[in-house]
């Protein structure tokens, strides 16, 4: 089992709409988690920090569950620019941090 | 803003050569870092670096060797190209202590086995 998993999509949406991805870990010793955002043929980025407490950024929202060893992204009202992979990142300590990284979930906004 | 360079953009190389990929980063960082992406597998750890001449084994490393006698340049070494290594490779950069708020990423090498 990978130690993130997340669902590879794609989702097609239209614009406006909103869209949730789901991320599962099977670390339960996970320190920190991330969603990177990557576009076609472009380097990941850090979209955002997921906190226990839930984090907000605009119209992203990330939210991890350690009893269900599970974290969300939520994204409102859709942008044609928001097509790209999302990537969850788990940060992993054990002689040395260790990014682990999701495959990525698709997504592809429509007009 | 911080700068990773990865100077090889796209390269094509037969089966056999040895290839070099380069990376400079532009912060100070402690730690330096070369993954692979191939699709539905997401990034993987090939090798890292915490320190010059330091070098670490990844998730991956079979087929690989580093190199970084600069704090600013980690180089990845393909001894013999094989077409299994026909992927993306990505260098990245964080200062000692990193978490993924704090690492970056340069643009990736397309590296094409043939």
């Known amino acids: 089992r990978k130690e993130v998993e997340q669902d590879p999509g794609p989702f097609n949406v239209p614009e406006g709409a909103t869209v949730a991805f789901n991320c599962t870990y099977s670390n339960s010793a996970s320190q920190s988690f991330f969603w990177y955002r990557q576009d076609c043929r472009k380097e990941p980025k850090l979209l955002m920090s997921?906190?226990?407490s839930g984090n907000e950024d605009g119209r992203f929202t990330a939210q991890l569950n350690r009893a269900s060893q599970y974290i969300s992204l939520l994204i409102r009202d859709s942008k044609l620019s928001d097509s790209a992979t999302y990537l969850c990142v788990g940060l992993f300590s054990g002689g040395y941090n260790k990014l682990i990284f999701g495959a990525g979930t698709r997504l592809a906004v429509h007009p | 803003d911080v700068k990773v360079t990865q100077s090889s953009r796209y390269l094509v190389k037969r089966t056999g050569e040895k290839v070099f990929l380069e990376c400079v980063q532009d912060m100070d960082h402690e730690n330096m870092f070369w993954y692979r992406q191939d699709p539905g597998l997401g990034l993987r750890l090939i090798y890292f670096s915490y320190d010059v001449k330091m070098k670490e084994k990844g998730d991956i490393p079979e087929g690989y060797s580093v190199s970084r006698e600069k704090k600013e340049r980690f180089s990845l070494i393909l001894e013999s190209a094989s077409t299994n290594q026909t992927s993306m490779y990505l260098c990245?950069?964080?200062?000692?202590?990193?978490?993924?708020?704090?690492?970056?990423f340069g643009e990736g090498s397309w590296l094409t086995v043939v």
């Open positions: 997921v906190y226990s």
């Open positions: 990245a950069s964080g200062l000692r202590g990193y978490s993924g708020n704090t690492i970056y």
